[in-house]
């Protein structure tokens, strides 16, 4: 399996802590009194859905971290789309090593799985509009450099990663700062190069432009709605619909002509997927 790295996330170091949560002061008590230390396990991890795969090189992190000598084959890659049924990966080494490892290696898979495979249906309802998904900073404290990897992997494009790298003016800002315009120049004389502004209504658009937004948020709006804001602002900065996004309606959305559409939902809401380890000895 090719070495995982993610921009800014430390794996061994995340491995090291869900482990450390999980075994606490006292270790694996069951696997110690119940299995021989010398027994060997094979198992098989598989799915019993459909899905989008994600975080199989993490999985063997774990399996890794108790047993640097455990034996992993890959079935698949992470981004695949595999039917029901299907083997992701294969392990043999240390039984004991590998019970211990197992809860946390098939929770990270199942979550990531889990967003990859909401976040593919997603792209596949907008496919041919020429729109582009986006994800949110909607994440799980602690989890967002693997959720957004994971919203990736199933074909969405990353929104912010976080506070840092674009300013994002909301409603709130726009109240404090005396209205859109003001807040906007704020951020330009500020010196920010990504200057992202909501807004919520149609005489909003023009002020945030001629201020200088460089990517305007449309908040909450009807398609009808959308179709004016993108013809307003005639593409002079890139347009994203946002606010309450469903898989029902984003097609409709898209349409509009709008150059991206953020769903909360991928990272929010999304299941964790079916997949099970089944082990016996080696």
Known sequence: MTPFHL???????????????????GGDITSAAVIPSG???VGVMDTREPIVVAGLAIAEAFF???DPEVAITACVEDGAAVPAGSDLLRIEGRARA?????????????HLSGIATLTRSYVDAIAGTGATLLDTRKTIPGLRRLEKYATRTGGAHNHRMGLWDAAMIKDNHVAVAGGVAAAVRRAVDAGIARIIVEVDRIDQVEPALAAGATHLLLDNM?????????ALVAGRVPTEASGGVRLDTIRAIADTGVTYVSVGRLTQSAPAADIGLDFSVA
């Open 222 to 230: 009807a398609p009808a709605t959308l179709r004016e804001a993108v």
């Open 39 to 41: 027994a060997r396990f």
């Open 64 to 66: 890794r971290a108790l």
């Open 7 to 25: 921009a800014g996330f430390d794996l061994d170091g995340f491995v090291a802590a869900t482990l450390a949560e999980d075994l606490g002061e």
């Open 98 to 110: 590998m019970l211990t490892a197992e809860r946390s290696a098939l929770n990270t898979v199942q």
